[in-house]
Every structure is written in structure tokens, then in C-alpha cells.
């Protein structure tokens, strides 16, 4: 849809919706234990303070957090010590928490499926973005940190 945000926070919500509406309507397996929720709140938490923390640098270093945009700098402290695509990953965080709290199997299967959206759409792309703009450098930091973890 031309003109339509390509936005990591939009495929989210896309998603989350996509992972209520298949617990309400099509759960396959489904058990709604208060310790799995509470887990699957706990890791949605965690995904929230990871994209919070990795947001940080992005206003530390005065560089553009939007995807599709070329980067001003190389991050590679804090969570990016770690994985390449930390606010990525707190998405991902999210919605398994989301999964996990809904408490049906239907929705699992959702969860590769972002994986995958992030990766084509966002994940590569970038790195293809930070190779350009940070020759070497780019390189080695890209060899040398992970995707995901």
C-alpha cells in the first residue's frame, strides 16, 4: 500500500492483533495457567525495557531511530554489544510474551512468522545500510555481534 508506514511498531500491533484474534477464535490448544501468564508478562516487560534501553542510544548518539533511513552512527554499546537488532528484539519479546499470557497454541506459530517480517523487511536492509555507510567498520561490527543474540 503505497504511502502506508513501513514501521516495525505497526507490523507489531499487526501481529499482536493477529495472535488475539487466533486465541479468541481458533486457539487449537488452550489453557490460561496463571504462571504462564505471568511469565509471558515478564518477558513483554523485559522486551519494553529493551527497546527503551536501545531507544536511549539512539538519543545519546543524536541519530535517527527510523528505519529506511540512512545512519548517522555506529552504535555498538549497550544493548548493541549484545544483538545488532535490540529493539527488534524486544518486539520480539513482546509479542511471545503476549502468546504466552494469551495461553493458546494457535498464536505460536505467529511469532517465526514476525521473526521473518523483521528480518526481510528491516534486519537486512539495515545492515546492508551500515556496510555503505561504515565500510570496515561496519563490517566488523557486523561479524562480530550477532543478529539476534
Do not use: C
Request: overall charge positive.
Amino acid at each position: 500500500m503505497k504511502g502506508f508506514p513501513d514501521l516495525p511498531p505497526l507490523w507489531l500491533v499487526l501481529f499482536m492483533g493477529l495472535a488475539w484474534l487466533l486465541a479468541r477464535f481458533v486457539p487449537l490448544v488452550g489453557t490460561v495457567d496463571p504462571l504462564i501468564q505471568r511469565f509471558g508478562m515478564l518477558l513483554a516487560g523485559l522486551g519494553l525495557l529493551f527497546i527503551f534501553w536501545a531507544a536511549l542510544w539512539f538519543w545519546k548518539k543524536k541519530t535517527t531511530i527510523e528505519p529506511h533511513h540512512t545512519p548517522g552512527t555506529l552504535i555498538v554499546e549497550g544493548p548493541y554489544r549484545l544483538s545488532r537488532n535490540p529493539i527488534y528484539l524486544g518486539m520480539i519479546l513482546i509479542l511471545s510474551g503476549q502468546v504466552l499470557w494469551l495461553g493458546a497454541l494457535s498464536p505460536a506459530f505467529l511469532i517465526p512468522l514476525f521473526l521473518t517480517v523483521l528480518t526481510v523487511r528491516f534486519a537486512v536492509p539495515e545492515e546492508r545500510a551500515l556496510e555503505e555507510a561504515f565500510g570496515a567498520e561496519g563490517r566488523v561490527y557486523l561479524k562480530a555481534t550477532r543478529r539476534w543474540l
